[in-house]
């Protein structure tokens, strides 16, 4: 069993920047790709970025691109997203996750059902 957990959320005022944290008790040796999904108040669980683990390939939300960052430290087990420019839109809970395979990659890495291990998820909140 992987076990995942966020940190770095908090409340930030419109055109803030947060860096979010996601610590895997196992990552190299497990995950194909790891990402990073936010769910907001009555809607559906979202893909925001995601990696490949191997070469360190992205993918981005259109929503996002161009303003948040992925990045992964294999050393450390750990996962990142830089979020800058933050907006009022990007007010949700943030949860990292890893994918053992390749479906999750070759079908565009933000899928989440496709995502086998969670963390317990970091509440980002910008207001004006």
């Known amino acids: 069993q992987v076990h995942m957990m966020e940190s770095g959320g908090g409340s930030v005022d419109i055109g803030e920047s947060l860096r979010l944290s996601c610590s895997a008790s196992?990552?190299?040796?497990?995950?194909?790709?790891t990402g990073w999904f936010r769910q907001a108040p009555g809607k559906e669980r979202e893909g925001v970025a995601a990696i490949r683990v191997d070469d360190d390939a992205t993918v981005y939300a259109d929503s996002v691109k161009g303003r948040f960052i992925i990045t992964q430290d294999k050393a450390k087990k750990m996962l990142y997203l830089q979020m800058n420019s933050l907006k009022s839109q990007d007010t949700a809970m943030y949860y990292c996750a890893g994918s053992l395979t390749s479906v999750a990659w070759l079908l565009g890495g933000l899928g989440a059902k496709y995502y086998s291990y969670w963390g317990q998820g970091t509440q980002v909140t910008v207001s004006s």
């Open positions: 196992e990552y190299t040796s497990k995950f194909y790709s």
